[in-house]
Nanobody, 127 residues
Framework: VQLQASGGGLVQSGGSLRLSCAAS????????MGWFRQAPGKEREFVAA????????????YYADSVKGRFTISRDNAKNTVYLQMNSLKPEDTAVYYC?????????????????WGQGTQVTVSS
C-alpha cells in the first residue's frame, strides 16, 4: 500500500501549485482522502479532506480555515489519485505536504483518524 505525493516546489507569493497523490496497492475509491502539512518547528496540521463518492458524483469536502477559499481538494477515482489545487499562496503556506487515507466513514481532521500516509512533498512560498 503506497501513497505517492508529488507536485511541490518553489513558488512566489500569490502563485499556484497543484499537488497530486497517487495511491497504489489497494482501491482507495471508498476512502476519505486528506491533506496535511508540517511547517518547520511546528506540528503537522490538517489542510483539507474529501469524502468517498458512495456511488454518487458528489463529494463532500472540508477545509482548514487558513486555506478556505484558496485551496481546492478533488479526486479522480479512475486514476486512484487525489489533488490539492493551491492558489493565492502565502509564505505561511510553506511546509511539507502529506496525503493520507482514512478507511472509516466520515470526513476527519485528526492525524490519528487516518490509516495510510504518503511521504511528503515540499512546498516553499517566497515573499
Amino acid at each position: 500500500v503506497q501513497l505517492q505525493a508529488s507536485g511541490g516546489g518553489l513558488v512566489q507569493s500569490g502563485g499556484s501549485l497543484r499537488l497530486s497523490c497517487a495511491a497504489s496497492g489497494r482501491n482507495f475509491s471508498s476512502d476519505v482522502m486528506g491533506w496535511f502539512r508540517q511547517a518547520p518547528g511546528k506540528e503537522r496540521e490538517f489542510v483539507a479532506a474529501i469524502s468517498s463518492s458512495g456511488g454518487s458524483t458528489y463529494y463532500g469536502t472540508y477545509y482548514a480555515d487558513s486555506v478556505k477559499g484558496r485551496f481546492t481538494i478533488s479526486r479522480d477515482n479512475a486514476k486512484n489519485t487525489v489533488y490539492l489545487q493551491m492558489n493565492s499562496l502565502k509564505p505561511e503556506d510553506t511546509a511539507v505536504y502529506y496525503c493520507a487515507a482514512r478507511t472509516s466513514w466520515g470526513l476527519a481532521q485528526r492525524e490519528y483518524d487516518y490509516d495510510y500516509w504518503g511521504q511528503g512533498t515540499q512546498v516553499t512560498v517566497s515573499s
